[in-house]
């Protein structure tokens, strides 16, 4: 490079906004953008092949698109990085262009609020953060929000920012006078399934994509998951056709049918732009626009789009709040005191049980799978059979392609497996295979019977739901929240209760193996 290097401004994988305030005093001549592909960034978790690639093709495609512009971009490539961890990489270059100060947007990981700004301390060089403009609420109005609460509640900052931001409101009254529409969103398909449902909008792979397939398949070879199905918006406008194609197409029975399951439909009415909005390649306002319009032109109705606009203002926004609010203790928070391995058929999906052999299937072989197959199926067996939080919680971080430690932990420690002793949830989101049976027709073909605790044909999450309950009385049973699921536990008289825990016992030592490792 040959002028003075006045500024570097980092972006990282998650960071891909064209609106960041990285930009907003860019000087072209004197200044130079600085990304990274850091092999660590993949191994910290062991990553899925899935999530590495859709990180590293989204990052080369806006690299490119800078360029194009007349950006610098200083771009270290993986397989021509000598360097695994960002902090080697980026002490390296400072050492290399000497700027007068870096500039970055707030890191989505709270580790890497640590490391980066250390790396330009030791150089002497100054980190300027600037805050991460791409959501509704920042850390300063959250932390006033939940100032002087021993407890945070989805629903009171759902409600509060919908009054703030005047979203779906009716002068200070929701429209049609309901925050939500819970009620209305439960609904499951009958016999005859999901009926037709045309796919969503498909991405050819372009050279970038195809590189990267190539480059990933190569160098993470023994990393869990598949490509060949690969297909994720990983451009600005790919992201606007994929809210398009679903508002369009899903979002109208979204709400309906948002926690049903069926065999071999991984996306039903989902709308896939999860990972778009985590990578910051739309905007939640955009998308919350889009919903909201669908309303109001009469596409959508009020509890599709209601239930829709709660994920993305509500409890994405809440989850981002209570990261930063209580990292980094956090990640070491146990309430039930789990202590048990991750069971080795979450990185393989070889299990007989139907449910998790279809959600954990669909993941490594997309790197995908529904909120319903998350918390009650993945997340429930995890809870069920005593998992260790902190394993659980890497496991999600790894084969999810919408994976980013701010959005991903708190939905797994507070909400998933009541690690956070109630901080977030009211209470432990516990159910039996009967709640599978329910949402799916996954238990129809299942060799185990939802109905039976114990036998050989007893199904597992029965099973353990029965124990867990039995292991947790004292603690949940006088629980205004979860008294009724308590109370049906003084139906089971002792032998019942004595069968159940020797067949629980049974279950966490068939599933403690370990040999599948990072």
Sequence with gaps: ??????????????????????????????????????????????????????????????????????????????????????????????????????????????RLTQSLPQVCAQAGIAWVERPDQHFYCDEHDFREWAKGRKEFRLEFFYRWIRKRDNVLMDGDKPVAGKWNFDHDNRGVFDKCGPGFLAGPITFNKNTITQSVIDLVEKTFAHHPGKLE?????????????????????????????????????????????????????????????????????????????????RQIIGWREFVRGMYWLRMPEFLEENALNAHNPLPDFYWTGDTDMTCLKQAIGQTL????????????????????????????????????????????????????QYADNGKMTSKPYVASGSYIKRMSNYCAGCRYKPDKSVGDDACPFTTLYWDFLMRYEEKFARHPRTALQWKNLARLDSKTRMQISEQAHGLRQLYSSTEVTA
């Excluded at 360029?67 to 961890?85: I, T, W």
């Design 229 to 309: 199905q690969f297909d994720w918006p990983l451009t600005p406008e790919q992201a606007e056709a994929a809210l398009d194609d679903f508002i369009e197409h899903r979002l109208p029975l979204f709400g309906r049918y948002q926690d049903a399951m069926w065999i071999d439909e991984p996306y039903l009415y989902h709308s896939r732009i999860s990972a778009a909005l985590n990578l910051k390649l739309i905007s939640p306002k955009k998308v919350v626009s889009a919903a909201l319009a669908a309303y109001e032109n009469g596409k959508a109705p009020l509890a599709a789009v209601e239930g829709f606009v």
């Design 1 to 110: 490079m040959s002028v003075t290097l006045r500024n570097l401004v980092v972006i990282l994988g998650d960071q891909l906004d064209r609106q960041s305030l990285v930009f907003e005093d860019f000087d072209l001549v004197h200044d130079a953008i600085w990304m990274c592909e850091a092999s660590a960034e993949s191994a910290h978790v062991w990553s899925g092949k899935a999530r590495i690639a859709i990180f590293l093709s989204a990052m080369r495609h806006f690299r490119d698109e800078l360029r194009e512009r007349g950006f610098k971009v200083l771009y270290r490539e993986l397989d021509e990085n000598p360097y695994a961890s960002l902090d080697a990489a980026l002490a390296d270059d400072l050492a290399k262009y000497q700027p007068h100060k870096v500039i970055a947007v707030k890191p989505g990981e709270w």
């Design 365 to 416: 072989e997309l790197g995908y799978a529904h909120h319903i197959h998350r918390l009650m199926v993945t997340g429930l067996f995890a809870q069920l059979l005593g998992v260790s939080p902190k394993a659980i919680h890497q496991w999600y971080l790894a084969v999810y392609v919408d994976a980013v430690e701010w959005v991903e932990l708190p939905n797994v420690l507070g909400m998933s």
